[in-house]
Nanobody, 118 residues
Framework: QVQIVESGGGLVRPGESVILSCVVS?????????MAWYRQAPGSQRELVAS???????NYADSVKGRFIIFADNDANTVYLRMIDTKPEDTAVYFC???????????WGRGTQVSVSS
């Protein structure tokens, strides 16, 4: 069973930056799927915010475009999400997994909480 461990969250002030990490227990992109970061705010459904594939093609939700950067280190089986110019509406638990638009997801990790507040 694939294990996913997200880390790097915390409390940040609006406009500050934070980088999240996601370590996966198997080699990334081994079945040519994309990896994605998701988030879930209190009372809201989980949403996909960014994805990256083996060819480094990326896409972003409109709400984070220009502020979030997703990238992967295949050798480390790690996917990162760099968040810049954070906003209070970015407050959520962040998860990573395979891109659910194209393939079934693995069991979810615990996620990492990001809170943006002054």
């Amino acid at each position: 069973q694939v294990q996913i461990v997200e880390s790097g969250g915390g409390l940040v002030r609006p406009g500050e930056s934070v980088i999240l990490s996601c370590v996966v227990s198997e080699r990334l992109f081994s079945q040519r799927y994309a990896m994605a970061w998701y988030r879930q705010a209190p009372g809201s459904q989980r949403e996909l915010v960014a994805s990256v594939n083996e060819g480094n093609s990326v896409n972003y939700a409109d709400s984070v475009k220009g502020r979030f950067i997703i990238f992967a280190d295949n050798d480390a089986n790690t996917v990162y999400l760099r968040m810049i110019d954070t906003k209070p509406e970015d407050t959520a638990v962040y998860f990573c997994n395979r891109d659910w638009r194209t393939i079934d997801v693995w069991n979810w990790g615990r996620g990492t909480q990001v809170s943006v507040s002054s």
